[in-house]
T-cell receptor, first 114, second 114 residues
């Protein structure tokens, strides 16, 4: 069966460290993978998109990798800050064209302690 | 200016009632979506519309009926509400209905069915 899995346990790290979140998937062959941030009581906010032919994408302190052989994406936040505390969702594309849709993982909650 | 807005933010109602949630986007996007986020935080697509045309209908009970009067609006009407309908409902929009486009989410509507 198709699955997209993120670590359901919260990730607690110290301010200034690098946070690494994992997104694994099975029985999908996505051309695109996206990462979103969700704060309590709010809608998800887009962070980064990576294509299947891209190994790595960066945006400021954020870095995403996409390994289609391992069927895994890693999301890194360097020099983490308490303001980075939130739930991070990965989402991959299922289908293609106008009927393509995003399938979301359940998210990993990150807590950055000062 | 809010990009994607939803009303109401909270909705508390009795089983068996009919209710509607409204969504508007001012981004000029062609595609709009409804998602349901349950208590376990899974975000699942329900419907997508492209230029007022239904594109995706994810085996949602036919008590749920989306309506798109124009491409900037996508409303969700729910008949005969059940306890299991309690969740947070998010509206979203993107330029095209594909997984390669970032999606912009509204603030969500928390529906509680008593």
């Amino acid at each position: 069966s198709q699955k997209i899995e993120q670590n359901s346990e919260a990730l607690n790290i110290q301010e200034g460290k690098t946070a690494t979140l994992t997104c694994n998937y099975t029985n999908y062959s996505p051309a695109y993978l996206q990462w979103y941030r969700q704060d309590p009581g709010r809608g998800p906010v887009f962070l980064l998109l990576i294509r299947e032919n891209e190994k790595e994408k960066r945006k400021e302190r954020l870095k995403v990798t996409f390994d289609t052989t391992l069927k895994q994406s890693l999301f890194h936040i360097t020099a983490s800050q308490p303001a980075d505390s939130a739930t991070y969702l990965c989402a991959l594309e299922e289908g293609s064209g106008n009927t393509g849709k995003l399938i979301f993982g359940q998210g990993t909650t990150l807590q950055v302690k000062p | 200016d809010t990009a994607v807005s939803q009303t109401p933010k909270y909705l508390v109602t009795q089983m068996g009632n009919d209710k509607s949630i409204k969504c508007e986007q001012n981004l000029g996007h062609d595609t709009m979506y409804w998602y349901k986020q349950d208590s376990k935080k899974f975000l699942k697509i329900m419907f997508s519309y492209n230029n007022k045309e239904l594109i995706i209908n994810e085996t949602v009970p036919n008590r749920f009926s989306p309506k798109s009067p124009d491409k900037a609006h996508l409303n969700l009407h729910i008949n005969s509400l059940e306890l299991g309908d309690s969740a947070v409902y998010f509206c979203a929009s993107s330029q095209a209905g594909q997984g390669k486009d970032e999606q912009f989410f509204g603030p969500g509507t928390r529906l509680t069915v008593l």
